[in-house]
């Protein structure tokens, strides 16, 4: 069973920077593409960003284009969010989590940016 554990959120003023990290137990990590998603208060969780397997290649929702990057190491079995020019409507717990969905939620993340 994946475990997995997000941190480095905070409280940041707008146009800061914050990276997050998220760290999965468990040998199947190498073999899934994995998004970063979020949810803020009173609306639905959404896919902020995906990589592949390898790191090979990443997407982005538009509303985050240009300004974060996800990057992963497999030896490590990491996956990182780097997120610049934080925006008030940044604000959300962050997660992340295999492409698919399939593995147990880990506890979240705060980003709070403050106008």
């Known amino acids: 069973q994946v475990q997995l554990v997000e941190s480095g959120g905070g409280l940041v003023q707008a146009g800061g920077s914050l990276r997050l990290s998220c760290a999965a137990s468990?040998?199947?990590?190498?073999?899934?593409?994995m998004n970063w998603f979020r949810q803020a208060p009173g609306k639905e969780r959404e896919v902020v960003a995906a990589i592949s397997r390898t790191g090979g290649s990443t997407s982005y929702a538009d509303s985050v284009k240009g300004r974060f990057t996800i990057s992963r190491d497999n030896a490590k079995n990491a996956v990182y969010l780097q997120m610049n020019s934080l925006k008030p409507e940044d604000t959300a717990v962050y997660y992340c989590?295999?492409?698919?969905?399939?593995?147990?939620w880990g506890q979240g993340t705060q980003v709070t940016v403050s106008s």
């Open positions: 468990g040998r199947t990590f190498n073999s899934n593409a």
């Open positions: 989590n295999a492409r698919d969905q399939s593995w147990p």
